[in-house]
Nanobody, 114 residues
Framework: QVQLVESGGGLVQAGGSLRLSCAAS????????MGWYRQAPGKQREMVAI???????TYADSVKGRFTISRDNAKNTMYLQMNSLKPEDTAVYYC????????WGQGTQVTVSS
């Protein structure tokens, strides 16, 4: 039961931009904080950015100033605008609700070439 669907990944050159989208189930989306995570090969999944239902945001130091997380409650969709991409941003990106133990989706691959 895939109810969190990530999209927007792709292959870009360093310095480029991508905009990821996360389509979520409406009822939970309206009350939950959400976040973007990423996992590179051989690495543990790490939090990239989180956003509360009220719009308060927190970013990992590695992406601060380059990535912007946002959510559109009316569309049940969360976004991650990624600018000034670096090769070290290469990973599979996932979205999820915070603190609810929700099933992970398939993620979307982001590959940044140098």
């Amino acid at each position: 039961q895939v109810q969190l669907v990530e999209s927007g990944g792709g292959l870009v050159q360093a310095g480029g931009s991508l905009r990821l989208s996360c389509a979520a189930s409406g009822s939970i989306f309206m009350i939950a904080a959400m976040g973007w995570y990423r996992q590179a090969p051989g690495k543990q999944r790490e939090m990239v950015a989180i956003i509360t239902k009220g719009g308060t945001t927190t970013y990992a130091d590695s992406v601060k100033g380059r990535f912007t997380i946002s959510r559109d409650n009316a569309k049940n969709t969360m976004y991650l605008q990624m600018n000034s991409l670096k090769p070290e941003d290469t990973a599979v990106y996932y979205c999820n609700y915070i603190g609810m133990g929700y099933t992970w989706g398939q993620g979307t691959q982001v590959t940044v070439s140098s």
